[in-house]
């Protein structure tokens, strides 16, 4: 039986080896050239492009984009990581946001408490 998500991975690093592949030979770069830009091996960036692994993670698309001058956020929508932060992600920022709040309130009520005279 087929794996739904094996089968999405598959298709998401194909779209990008496509994309990348299509944006090098654009800028007339050798797979050799690209990949001494990124850093990264020839025959990785080979096989990113070919799809035969699953989608590089974010830090290595954002090399690769820049290394060829390309829109990061296309190249991560190729990779199958589009709307930015996933409801995991605005959870956690949310609680450290709440958090930051929390640290402040009790700094100030410390600094308050210090300043404050005392008595005899």
Do not use: W, Y
């Not at 829109?71 to 996933?86: F, I, K, Y």
Request: charged share 30%; glycine share 8%.
């Amino acid at each position: 039986m087929a794996n739904p998500r094996a089968d999405s991975d598959a298709s998401r690093a194909l779209a990008l080896g496509a994309l990348l592949r299509k944006l090098r030979r654009e800028r007339s770069l050798t797979l050799e050239q690209l990949a001494q830009r990124i850093p990264m091996s020839a025959s990785n960036l080979s096989r990113v492009e070919l799809g035969s692994q699953g989608p590089p993670p974010d830090e290595v698309i954002e090399r690769i984009a820049k290394a060829l001058d390309a829109d990061v956020a296309e190249l991560l929508h190729a990779a199958g990581r589009t709307g930015g932060a996933g409801p995991f992600e605005r959870a956690v920022l949310e609680r450290l946001d709440a958090i930051g709040r929390d640290v402040r309130e009790v700094k100030a009520a410390i600094v308050s408490r210090r300043d404050k005279p005392r008595g005899p």
